[in-house]
């Protein structure tokens, strides 16, 4: 790439395709010269929308691969989701978009699947939308002139609710190292319907899974259970990779994490939740008066400060900045380094007031 992707690039979208009722796959070009794009399988990219004479940011997982000249992504709607709905049911084929580079710790070149007998193995799991990172891996893995082994399980509702529904079936059917399996709701017996994934699951549709990787995208709780069976089973846990998405009230489904935090913020105690604290940047001569318990993204911009809030959730790593020790707690720290956590560092997206703060961005 000779490309700058220290800020922002221009992207149009070149085609919207949809998957199911809720869900479209974008494909976006570039307005600049550009060959293919350096990413990793299961990364994601921030994208942003004008909204009310602002972009807006949402991050969202790349189904594309790095070798392609175009960007895919896949956006599902959720409820009061403003950018998801936009993209979903407004945006029109030729409009511009803003995007940011690709990042994510969520990726089989960083975490590599298993290898045995010479053969690379892994299970991929998901559900609903979070199919799109394990998809990309997938695409990728069997593209490889040694191809890795695939499980691919996937959750779902229906066959009408199942993201890239017609192309798993054209891999399982052409690629011999592909194995599907679809868990649809509806096709279910009321017993099985009811069963949660674990396991169990794991046992009866991939007996040696014990041997392999597995990668897992879909909501924390089913990230949760499954971690906690495949622990009770004494799986090797540093070959278990997880992301998962829990909406909240600035995200929107394709946002994710790769670590167990909450999407609520921590809160403070009922008793100190009303005390003011003071929020000063130096560097801008700006001041403000919050609360205890206030997010710190939402008052820095507040304070019209130039900090780049994007995916909301702790995962992309654009409203890192460094506030004085001790004055706020943080659900997140997913792109941080030790240094940069030991130095003060805290992602403010993720990050709740408790006392006076002197914040530093960048």
């Given at each position: 790439m000779s490309f700058d992707w220290s800020s922002p690039l221009p992207f149009r979208c070149q085609s919207k395709h949809q998957e199911?009722?809720?869900?479209?796959?974008?494909?976006?070009?570039?307005l600049f010269a550009a060959d293919r794009f350096d990413y990793k399988p299961g990364q994601f990219i921030s994208l942003g929308i004008m909204h009310k004479d602002q972009w807006v940011y949402r991050a969202y997982s790349l189904s594309s691969l790095a070798h392609e000249p175009i960007l895919r992504i896949t956006v599902q709607a959720v409820d009061k989701g403003l950018v998801s709905n936009y993209l979903v049911h407004q945006l029109a084929v030729g409009e511009t978009l803003q995007l940011m580079a690709p990042a994510g710790p969520f990726n089989c070149i960083d975490q590599a699947a298993k290898i045995n007998d010479g053969t690379r193995q892994a299970v991929l799991v998901s559900a609903g939308c979070g199919i799109t990172p394990v998809f990309a891996m997938a695409q990728y893995w069997l593209s490889q002139p040694e191809p890795c082994d695939v499980h691919f399980i996937h959750l779902a509702k229906s066959k009408t609710d199942t993201i890239y529904f017609d192309a798993l079936q054209t891999m399982a059917k052409q690629q011999p190292n592909f194995h599907l399996h679809l868990l649809l709701k509806d096709a279910m017996t009321p017993s099985q319907a009811q069963q949660r994934f674990d396991g169990h699951w794991l046992q009866s549709l991939v007996p040696d899974f014990m041997q392999r990787s597995i990668y897992l995208c879909g909501?924390?709780?089913?990230?949760?259970?499954?971690?906690?069976?495949?622990?009770?089973?004494?799986?090797?846990?540093?070959?278990f990779h997880h992301e998962s998405f829990t909406p909240g009230p600035h995200a929107s489904i394709g946002t994710t994490t790769s670590t167990a935090i909450s999407t609520a913020a921590v809160t403070a105690t009922a008793h100190d939740e009303a005390a003011p604290v003071q929020i000063t940047a130096p560097a801008f001569g700006a001041t403000m008066q919050a609360n205890v318990g206030d997010n710190l993204a939402d008052k820095l911009e507040e304070m019209q400060l130039p900090i780049l809030a994007v995916c909301r959730s702790g995962v992309c790593g654009a409203c890192k900045c460094k506030v004085t020790p001790g004055?706020?707690?943080?659900?997140?720290?997913e792109t941080l380094s030790a240094q940069e956590i030991e130095d003060g560092y805290v992602l403010a997206c993720s990050s709740t007031l408790k006392a006076d703060t002197e914040v530093q961005l960048g």
């Open positions: 199911t009722p809720q869900a479209v796959t974008l494909e976006l070009a570039p909501p924390e709780q089913l990230m949760q259970q499954t971690a906690q069976s495949l622990e009770a089973l004494n799986f090797e846990m540093a070959h004055s706020v707690d943080s659900s997140s720290q």
